[in-house]
């Protein structure tokens, strides 16, 4: 039978835990950079949906493109390593600096193919600067997203920090959900539905993910959004990344590693 059961599942978590783990530096930043370009590009796609359509819930159809791609190229994406690599610890597969270092790499490579993406995104997009952003809906919809992902929470000061922080632990309980669930089918199709539905999920309600927003407020920087750099990451970046971390470690990670694995029913 194509579906695995979770028990096996859990086991499949700690071995690919431990081998993203044992990755050298360069892997980890080549294979970061790539996931990051590839969730710019799948972004790009889901603002450009919603705009056409006028359903947000249909870019919410289309994004998990981008996650599909990832995961079936076994790429590095630093939210998915947060559930992964801390149980393979636990579980005594590696130590815990090779966890420090796969999410440092991870997260530097992640960061420089979002922002490459967004820069090559806005030269084509604006015909190296020619065109006026506020004239193109999908173009002003990205410069509305990138504030809203800033400067709302910096209106709200210390509640928009908590909220941030909040919205990404939700997001990242459904992506790393998105990851474990590639390990629930042996086909492709198999792995790409199963992965399909928490990603997709996510991104329609909006919550907040790292990775996307390494895309998606640079762009809208580079479009002309009213944001700086510290609002960038002093209101989203790092307690995003802080929210990322908590909700994929301790909500899929730790929670099923604790059901499931052997460690935990020996018999």
Not at 126 to 138: R, S
Not at 191 to 201: D, S
Request: with cysteine; proline share 4%.
């Amino acid at each position: 039978m194509a579906y695995v059961k979770p028990e096996e599942i859990v086991e499949n978590m700690l071995q690919a835990g431990a081998k993203k783990a044992s990755l050298p530096v360069k892997q980890l930043l080549i294979r970061g950079f790539l996931a990051g370009a590839f969730l710019g590009y799948a972004t790009t796609l889901a603002i450009l949906t919603a705009t056409q359509t006028g359903w947000g819930i249909a870019g919410a159809l289309v994004f998990p493109v981008g996650f599909v791609m990832i995961v079936l190229l076994g790429l590095e994406l630093a939210t998915g390593n947060f559930a992964l690599i801390p149980i393979a610890v636990k579980d005594k597969r590696i130590p815990f600096n090779r966890l420090l270092v796969n999410w440092t790499w991870v997260l530097i490579g992640n960061l420089i193919g979002s922002v490459t993406y967004a820069y090559l995104y806005c030269v084509v997009a604006t015909k190296m600067g020619t065109i006026d952003p506020a004239t193109i809906p999908a173009l002003q919809r990205t410069i509305n997203i990138a504030e809203i992902k800033t400067l709302e929470y910096m209106k709200l000061g210390w509640d928009g920090t908590i909220t941030a922080f909040t919205s990404a632990v939700l997001c990242n309980w459904m992506v790393t959900l998105g990851a474990v669930m590639a390990f629930t089918s042996t086909t492709t199709m198999g792995k790409i539905a199963a992965m399909w539905l928490p990603i997709m999920t996510f991104f329609g309600l909006g919550y907040e993910h790292a990775i996307v927003n390494m895309f998606v407020i640079p762009a809208g920087m580079w479009l002309g959004a009213n944001i700086t750099f510290a609002d960038w990451w002093l209101w989203n970046g790092l307690p995003v990344i802080a929210g990322n971390l908590f909700g994929g470690m301790m909500f899929t990670g730790f929670m099923l590693y604790w059901a499931y694995s052997k460690a935990n029913h020996p018999s």
